[in-house]
């Protein structure tokens, strides 16, 4: 963990848990996690990102949208933050690959599968098929999660934090090896039934109280 993601991490712990009564639940799932991890979230704000790395002990890598990248100062912070870019429309092969390499040398990447932040903070139920396509390619476990409550705190299009308690829920690791291995499927129809699977995993998750509705 470099200095910069370190400082990163730590104000958004910070700032989750003063403004957000951040908490996590099941949180003993975080610990002893593999090496090469694919973690899978829904998307609700920008929050979403700080939020689930400061759960972590371990370092992230997580796409960006590209045109965060713009400006320079922007552009060195996100860079050292471990922020890779994409493009939200049309995601670049490079940008897989990338993701795929870094799960193949043991790191940890944070996926959101909607690929964009929801406008009313409900699940979608199907994912976008870059993620079945790296699960098939970088072929390491899967671990989802879900968030409740950043929508409320700083919702699409929001310009100003408010308190509102957020949890974090961590689910167990999901097997893909079924489809991942069906040859009956072509390559896009795998794609998109894991991402499915990955989606149908997420919304699975629920909270085991009101803090974060």
Known sequence: MNLW?????????????????????DGERLRDLPDGL???SNHVSFLDPPFIG????????YFARKTLFDHPVANFLFTR????????DKPELSALKLVIQLL??????????????????KLKTEGEPGVGMIV?????????VRLFGPEKALPRG???LKRHPVT??????????????????????RYQAIANRIMAAIGALELRDSRGE
Do not use: M
């Open 38 to 40: 694919l973690i899978v």
């Open 5 to 25: 993601y370190w400082l990163g991490h730590s104000l958004s712990k910070l700032v989750a848990k003063l403004v957000c009564s951040f908490r996590v639940q």
């Open 104 to 121: 193949k040398d043991g790191q940890k990447v944070l996926i959101f599968p909607e690929g964009e932040r929801t406008l009313d903070g």
């Open 136 to 144: 098939c390619k970088a072929n390491v476990p899967v671990l989802p």
């Open 168 to 189: 974090l829920a961590v689910g167990e690791p999901i097997a893909l090896d079924d489809l991942v291995n069906d040859e009956s499927l072509s390559g896009k129809d």
């Open 158 to 160: 929001g310009k100003k």
């Open 54 to 61: 400061g759960a972590f002990r371990e370092p992230l890598y």
């Open 81 to 88: 933050v471990n922020a890779i870019p994409v493009n939200q």
